[in-house]
């Protein structure tokens, strides 16, 4: 597949396919928290987010970003011929479509790689007992996570426009919680996340296209709203960002002559529907409740 495969037609219909949970809302508050404290129940009940630092050491971040480059020695050969996305092991990879001029090797062309959290240190994460207190309180006590995504930003590479996940969580339920861990510094240059705080407060809106030429598949923009009061979310490693899954985000591109690395985790209530077809990105394992019995 050559990247100008991926026409305007894929992703208009990509972005209908998002917009059939236009108009959803999520009103679920916490209410009576048994771990988080006051002041992290007012950040996400009114701000839709929660930030805790240090929650990760620099031990384990390096593990995951060596799991990954493995990972993709393991998936993509170099007498492959380009291609969007690859598949081997139960794991799934995405390229980016903008070409990188400085790029040495297929690790500098990878956008993302998904279905980590079943194995190995991914694995791990996703049953750490402090990560499931926080997150029971959100969710309840039944929990599951379904899809977990590395993210390379490598240099040069674009950030992902103003969007909602839930937009792409075709369920019967909300919220999902996404949990973000920074591998690696996020700063403004190297295309740290931006948020819109309390805007999960809003509908799902509107996503359309990303209309810029080499943005890569899957990647859609909400444009009928303000984003004056956006606010960037710079990281250290370890940092862990704790997000409502309307909440409106977006990254900057990188600017700076290194890759910014990150985890994300999406978790949902057990016994969640997905519809009739399930993404394929997506791996339900149940990390807390009945699901487990």
Not at 66 to 80: Q, W, Y
Not at 271 to 282: A, Y
Request: proline share 4%; charged share 25%; aromatic share 10%.
């Amino acid at each position: 597949m050559d990247r100008e495969d991926i026409t305007g037609s894929a992703k208009k219909e990509f972005s209908t396919e998002v917009n059939k949970q236009e108009g959803e809302i999520s009103s679920r508050v916490i209410e009576n928290p048994g771990f988080l404290t006051e002041d992290q129940t007012n950040s996400w009940n009114r701000n839709g987010f929660i930030l805790l630092k240090n929650f990760c050491s620099e031990d384990i971040c390096s593990e995951m970003n060596s799991s990954v480059l493995s990972i993709i020695d393991n998936m993509v050969g170099s007498e492959d011929a380009f291609s969007h996305a690859y598949a081997n092991d139960g794991y799934i990879g995405i390229r980016e479509m903008k070409p990188n001029p400085e790029a040495k090797t297929i690790h500098d062309e990878m956008s993302k790689i998904f279905r980590l959290h079943g194995k190995g240190v991914f694995n791990d994460f996703i049953k750490n007992k402090r990560l499931l207190d926080l997150l029971e309180d959100i969710l309840g006590e039944n929990i599951d996570c379904f899809l977990s995504q590395y993210i390379f930003k490598n240099p040069g590479a674009w950030g992902q426009p103003w969007h909602q996940d839930s937009s792409y969580f075709p369920f019967d339920r909300y919220p999902q919680v996404g949990a973000w861990i920074a591998t690696s510094p996020a700063t403004i240059e190297n295309g740290c996340l931006v948020i819109l705080p309390g805007s999960h407060k809003e509908h799902l809106h509107e996503h359309v296209p990303d209309d810029r030429e080499g943005s890569n598949y899957g990647y859609t923009e909400i444009k009928d709203q303000d984003f004056t009061n956006k606010t960037p979310v710079t990281l250290e490693t370890g940092d862990l960002l704790l997000f409502h899954s309307f909440l409106m985000h977006k990254s900057y591109d990188n600017k700076s002559k290194s890759k910014r690395t990150a985890v994300v985790f999406h978790f949902a209530e057990t016994g969640t529907e997905f519809g009739e077809l399930d993404s394929p990105t997506n791996e339900w394992i149940s990390v807390r409740g009945r699901g487990l019995n």
